[in-house]
């Protein structure tokens, strides 16, 4: 279900000037608006400290008085809660929408030179190539609103904003998730060492940036029921990585603060008193929604390294048996750098333990290990 807010009348915003109502539903919308000059998309004010925290309406009408009615603009990303896919180059419009065939259905804006496409939520990075295709996707900078006019054209909405719906989740998962849109429930504290933005933890320093199920368990709103095994995961992972002890208790405890649904102080207490060395192949069957496709720890999007059983040995494959095939294409890439055991293996193909360990012995003299 979409998100609905009040809608301004797309035909008040044709004359190009804002009054006092529309502005107000644009704050009661929630958004973050600035002003900007006339016949440009350039502010009339310093504008980044309104990412934080939105200027009251008095202060908003003030600025409409003392630039004699400016163009209007809204700050996307967290303060507004509000994605924008600006699209300049309308000629790749039937490619997007099959990529993307949410924007069809969403608040839509006719602009100078394309067109618009609001999302509520703001739970990816802003980009400037979005699925390859040099689209915008906006979420922490602003656009010209309805009815800013520039070169004579006025901006105005083709889907008014009571159609807007929430930013497509797969869109996240390809460009990258932000933190998630929870501030802390004290408002104005602050962990030491954690980098915030707008009450939310945009980045948190640790070591082994290079294992990408950190960042993804950090970039999700854990949900009921994966709300352990990804805390504990978390944990061992930071360890295992070279973080302090005490410095990864302080980025799990900050994790799980900042979720919709946090875990109890003493269920977080056990999670420290646990310690596990994780492996890849551990990682994914307990976190499903872990993506590992992105990760330069193993294989970056399919591409085997040098030092891969099935690289090293390419010439070798075609003598292989199949149970010996099986286990090594296990073991190269579902396996890729473990050390399995021959239980552990024969539980994941299903063969018999005796079957792999024969097959094992038998790759073994033929040079695979």
């Known amino acids: 279900m979409g998100v609905h807010r009040s809608t301004p009348c797309p035909c008040r915003y044709k004359k190009g000037l804002i009054t006092t109502d529309q502005i107000k539903e644009y704050y009661d919308n ?174 948190l320093p640790y070591h082994g940036k290079k294992v990408d199920c950190i960042r993804q368990i950090l970039s999700r709103d854990l949900q009921v029921g994966e709300r352990d095994n990804s805390l504990y995961i978390l944990y061992n992972l930071l360890l295992q990585n070279d973080n302090k002890k005490d410095y990864s208790k302080k980025i799990v405890t900050e994790k799980n603060r900042l979720l919709t649904k946090p875990l109890p102080g003493k269920e977080v207490e056990i999670i420290f008193k646990k310690a596990y060395n994780h492996k890849c192949s551990s990682i994914i069957e307990k976190l499903p929604f872990i993506k590992c496709d992105k990760c330069k720890l193993k294989f970056k999007g399919g591409e085997l390294k040098m030092g891969n059983i099935l690289i090293r040995n390419l010439r070798k494959l075609p003598e292989l048996s199949n149970t010996e095939t099986r286990v090594v294409c296990l073991l190269g890439t579902y396996y890729e750098g473990e050390n399995p055991t021959n239980y552990e293996i024969a539980k994941k193909t299903g063969m018999n333990k005796n079957t792999v360990s024969n097959a094992m012995e038998r790759l073994k003299k033929k040079g695979f290990f």
Request: aromatic share 10%; proline share 7%.
């Open 30 to 203: 929630g958004y973050s608006l600035l002003p900007l000059k006339k016949n440009s998309k350039i502010p009339c004010i310093y504008w980044k400290q309104y990412k934080d925290k939105r200027a009251n309406f008095d202060d908003v009408l003030g600025w409409y008085k003392k630039f004699d009615n400016p163009n209007i603009g809204i700050i996307t990303g967290g303060i507004s809660s509000l994605t924008v896919i600006d699209v300049d180059d309308t000629s790749i419009l039937p490619e997007l929408i099959k990529q993307v065939p949410e924007i069809t259905g969403t608040t839509r804006v006719k602009t100078r030179r394309g067109y618009h496409y609001y999302f509520s939520g703001n739970g990816v990075n802003s980009t400037n190539n979005l699925l390859n295709m040099g689209v915008e996707l906006k979420s922490g900078g602003y656009v010209v609103a309805p009815p800013s006019i520039i070169d004579d054209v006025t901006y105005t909405f083709e889907i008014p904003l009571s159609e807007i719906i929430p930013l497509p989740i797969y869109l996240i998962e390809k460009e990258g998730y932000k933190a998630p849109d929870k501030a802390p429930e004290k408002v104005g504290y602050k962990a030491p060492d954690v980098e915030y933005k707008n009450r939310r933890i945009l980045g």
